[in-house]
Nanobody, 115 residues
Framework: QVRIVESGGGLVQPGGSLRLSCAASGTDFHAYVMEWYRQTPGSLHEWVSS???????DYVASVKGRFTISRENSENMVYLQMNNLKREDTAIYYC?????????WGRGIQVTVSS
């Protein structure tokens, strides 16, 4: 079992920035695929970004150039730096760890972009 805890959400104005943090348990964190998803009311989870165990990263097209994912294996942490936020980025953001092919989800954290 991998426990996931997100933090760092909140209310921000359009054009602003937030950094989401995700803490994951386990002694083999370096081997996890770490991902961020988001969900708005009435919709399915949308994949946002991933960072693999080899450090390779990927992003959904709508956030490329604005969001940056990173991981710190020594601290079992993954981050999502979100810059130039737009109203359409408003969602509940979820961190997901994939360990040995099994996904583990956090409870999610609200990000609201509004003036």
């Amino acid at each position: 079992q991998v426990r996931i805890v997100e933090s760092g959400g909140g209310l921000v104005q359009p054009g602003g920035s937030l950094r989401l943090s995700c803490a994951a348990s386990g002694t083999d964190f370096h081997a996890y695929v770490m991902e961020w998803y988001r969900q708005t009311p009435g919709s399915l989870h949308e994949w946002v970004s991933s960072v693999n165990s080899d450090g390779s990263k990927d992003y959904v097209a709508s956030v490329k150039g604005r969001f940056t994912i990173s991981r710190e294996n020594s601290e079992n942490m993954v981050y999502l730096q979100m810059n130039n936020l737009k109203r359409e980025d408003t969602a509940i953001y979820y961190c997901r760890a994939v360990r040995l092919g099994i996904p583990y989800w956090g409870r999610g954290i609200q990000v609201t972009v509004s003036s």
